[in-house]
């Protein structure tokens, strides 16, 4: 199994250099979490099929970390920008829904790039970036 499950090679040298600088600051990081539902409805379809459902079309979230009190949800991404913004507003959505999560989350993008319209998007939408 992978160190950090799903994630690239880039996203790993990118990843590591944030717990570097602010690892120690988490009490805990939880990988590769799955929030969604994937297909609905499997009655009648392969194993395949479902393995794909769970396994594929699922969400995946990069990584939840845990900082005193907050919960954060973690993208990691090579040069972020919107798509990544897209994915940690609607991650905490369905982590919320899932989990049942009822306290602070923060959303955070960790990227090795920022562009000066990202960077705009980001606090527009209140989301924490690193730039490793």
């Not at 790993?12 to 979490?33: P, Q």
Request: with cysteine; charged share 25%; net charge negative.
């Amino acid at each position: 199994m992978a160190k950090y499950p799903h994630m690239l090679s880039e996203d790993v040298a990118i990843w590591e250099r944030f717990l570097e600088k602010y690892g120690s600051l988490y009490s805990s990081f939880v990988y590769d979490v799955h929030v969604g539902e994937g297909l609905r409805d499997l009655e009648g379809v392969t194993d395949e099929v479902k393995y794909a459902s769970m396994e594929l079309l699922l969400k995946r979230i990069d990584v939840v970390g845990k900082l005193g009190a907050e919960t954060h949800i973690i993208e990691v991404k090579p040069d972020a920008g919107m798509s990544a913004v897209g994915q940690v507003l609607c991650y905490e959505v369905l982590y919320r829904r899932d989990f049942k999560i009822v306290g602070p989350i923060r959303n955070i993008i960790v990227t090795d790039r920022l562009w000066p319209d990202h960077e705009y998007l980001f606090k527009v939408f209140d989301i924490l970036y690193h730039v490793v």
